[in-house]
């Protein structure tokens, strides 16, 4: 990708993120805590998340560690391993509340920045195979599913919520998509 797209990209997040912040300003809000583990095709997934809740609108800021394995195949019973570490800015609109918030679907999206983190590892011969780790960047589309499950207090509830996320990265080392499926738990206060 070239440099001027790279420029068009960040500039576009940024503007996002203040027209973002300028609508939702000064809203009463509802404030929402989830931790969940999930699954992706090679590895596993671990996320939390801080979101307030503005009417129908939900801002989202979310970290997640992604522990992945690779086989390297031709022969060689070798694997490679990689950590990411991302942190996430999202805006999710409810497309579906039955029943009071006793059910809730989302869509969103947003952007997120990160570390790849990638091992180096010797393969026979005394060949390296040698991925870059470094920073990398891209956008998440997230659809999320939520069932209240009880009430804790006269202002605060336990739901368990479920993402499909598909993430979009620009220049990472191991692809420049990625998958995952997240189950939860989200206190609601």
Known sequence: MNIECKRYFKKSVVAACLVLGGVIYGQESVQLIDL???????????????????GNHLVTLGGQIHVESYDIGGGVQQELNAQLYLANLEYHYEILNHNGRSFVASVGGGGTIGYENIDQIPLTEG??????????????????VEKYLMELSSNSALALVANLRQYYFIDAALGDTQFNVILGFRYIF
């Open 36 to 54: 969940g583990i999930g699954y992706e095709p090679d590895g596993y997934v671990v996320r939390g998340a801080y979101s307030k809740l503005y």
């Open 127 to 144: 060949n390296i195979l040698n991925q870059e780790s470094g920073v990398i960047y891209g956008g998440v589309l997230d659809i999320s």
